[in-house]
Structure formats: C-alpha cells, structure tokens
C-alpha cells in the first residue's frame, strides 16, 4: 500500500498568500499603524519581554502565539498602556505613546474572564464606553443596537450577564469592545473559557467581524489552530524574543528554527551532516536513512556542518512493499495507530526507542489493505516536503 507517490522536485515551493492578496508589510512604502522598537520589559530583574521589534497594520488580524510565560500578553499591555516598556519605543501611527495613558489610547482591550459588569444588563455593559465618549443617549443607543446585531445577540440587551451561556457572554464583552470604533482591538486569549465546538465557530466569526469593521485585530493565543485560523500574520514568541513572524502557511511550512517548527504542529526532526548544497536544495548524510536525506533550505550551509530536516506527519508516505532505493526513505514497525476520523496517525519505530509519525487523511471508506500494528512498512517524503534548519 502507497499512500501517495513522491513528487519530482521542479522548483523551490513557493510559500505564501492562500486566504487573500492583503499584504501591506511587502509594500516597502507602507508606514505600519504600530510599531515596536526593540522594546524590553523586566518585571523584578527577570526579562519577559527581550529587545522585540514588530510591525502591525491598518486592517491586520495579528497574532502573538506562545506559550505560557513567553511575553506575548505582556507585549499586548505596553501597546494598551498598562505596562511600561524598559527600554525601546512603541509608535501608533508615527506617534511615541510612552506616558500616555490608557484611557487616551485608540486601543480597547477585551479580556480572557471578560470583566462584564455583573449588576448592569447587557446593553448597559455595551454602553459603559460610550458614556465615556459623552455621546448623546439617542446615540448611545443606536450604537448598543447596532453592536448586539453585529454580535448576533438582537433582543438580548435586558439580560443581566449570569443570564447568559459562555459564548453569549464572550459576544458582550467583544460588543463593549468594538462600541467606542477604536483603532485596534486586543484579545487575550478571548475563546479560552469555550467549548471546542463554539470556539471553532467564534474563529470564522471573529473573522469575519473584523473584516467587516475594517478594524485592526492583535490576537494574543496559546493555540496555534487558533492563530493559523483567524491570523493574517503570526509572530511566534520564545522566552521574550520574536522566533518567526510570517503568514500562517509560512511559519508551517517554512520554520525559522526546530523550536518554530516544534510549536507551530507535529513535526519529525532527522538528524544530519551536510554533505551537499545545490540551488537551494541540501543533502544530508545521517544514519537514520541509508541513502540520507535531501530537502530544501533558505541559506546556505558549509559542508559538514550539522544540520535537521524537519518533515510535517502529514507529507510522510507509508509503504507496505518496499519502495525503490534512493534518499528520504526508512524502514521500521507500526508501534501505534491513532484513528481521528478524517485524519489516521501512524507511529511508526525506526529503531528503538526512536519514532516518527505519518498522518494520512482518510478520503475513503475502506482500503484493500490496511496498515495494522506490529506491521514492517516503509516511509518515505518527496524532496520539497522537508525543510532543511540548523537551530
């Protein structure tokens, strides 16, 4: 059984744009609505934010993703004014905002737990920031009308909050949010609280609202589906410091580093020495494969250098005959097997102690053959489905 042939490589994989031609950061001439300036933040000597340098446009939905304690929340407070940067600058629109204050920023931020005022109703909660404006009461209530439509929660604006389901509560606080039209809006972790189900279907929303407002959006998740999903670019955090920053289909099909390549999904690491380097494309000798491997790389590489490829499950192909002989290719035994409906993941062992994982999508009902446990299979990847890093 074949899961699929290899490919010929023809050409280096072009990685890019799939959801749209917005691209205003490969406009040399474009002047970004924020930028960070090699800000650090230190919180009792210890760094939480590192010398970070980022660009952020009109219209952009950005993502910071990250793990825990890794200064993506932190970097959202300087921009919304509730932290200091140590060092660095932060610019909106041109403009140095350090010392001014939050309530003077065109910046509203909509937290995690939401901060929903338990004793007001929802549209008095919609309203809080608007009073604020000292817009006028027919105003304020047009307003308030038009934000629940936009949220889908028409006729809901008497409720009190704890008369409200997690996702009903979760469209209030992004409803007050959006009222005052600020410049940029900033979520911190905002689907956290919901179910997996809604919280699928919040993404395409959020999306959308965005989209339709015109607003700027800056993400701060944990969840890489999440950022791949609403995100018209990423910027992936390590300890403090930005690791990649690109467009979902970049940070995951070419990673900056193995640490870009290990959080953004599954991925599996060979090993290797180089041995050659040609237009891109770089062979490596290494003993997990008898014949090496080859992939492609973005700089170029001394020979004999160390040096991984990284291949994504999903672009690995499992054979039960032995295919032809030739790089890219490893024998083992199916040590588990993982069924998620659309998706198969196979855990194969290509020596002991050490496996590799192939995910095949499961396009139809039954097979002739299929790969069971304990199975002696064959892996293999085409040359354009591994990414050659050395970090």
Known sequence: ????????????????????????WEDPQARPLVRFEAVTKRFDGEIAVDAASLDIHEREFFALLGPSGCGKTTLMRMLAGFETPDEGRILLDGQDIAGLPPHRRPVHMMFQSYALFPHLSVARNVAFGLRAQGLGKREITDRVEEMLALVKLEGMGGRKPHQLSGGQRQRVALARAIAPKPRILLLDEPLAALDRK?????????????????????????????????????????????????????????????????????????????????????????????????????????????????????????????????????????????????????????????????????????VERPIARDDAIWLTFAPDAGVVLVE
Not at 1 to 24: C, E, I, W
Not at 279 to 304: C, D, K, N, Y
């Open 1 to 24: 059984m074949d899961t699929g042939p290899d490919r010929a490589v023809t050409s280096k994989p072009h990685v890019g744009a799939v959801r749209s031609g917005f691209a205003p």
């Open 198 to 366: 809604l919280r699928e279907d919040t993404q395409f929303e959020l999306m959308g609202l965005q989209h339709s407002l015109g607003m700027t959006f800056l993400i701060v998740t944990h969840d890489r589906e999440e950022a791949m999903v609403v995100a018209d670019r990423i910027a992936v955090m390590r300890a403090g410091r930005i690791a990649q920053v690109g467009r979902p289909a970049e940070v995951y099909e070419a990673p900056a580093n193995r640490y870009v390549a290990d959080f953004i999904g599954d991925v599996n690491l060979f090993e290797g020495r180089v041995e050659a380097a040609e237009g891109g494309v770089v062979r490596l000798g290494s003993p997990e494969a008898p014949q090496g491997f080859t992939g492609f790389v973005e700089t170029s590489h001394a020979i004999g250098s160390q040096a991984w490829i990284a291949v994504r499950p999903e672009k690995m192909r499992l054979h039960l005959d032995p295919p032809p002989a030739g790089p890219n290719r490893l024998g083992g035994r199916v040590a588990d097997i993982g069924y998620l409906g659309d998706w198969t993941t196979y855990v194969v062992e290509v020596a002991p102690g050490r496996t590799v994982r192939a995910a095949c999508a499961n396009t139809a009902r039954t």
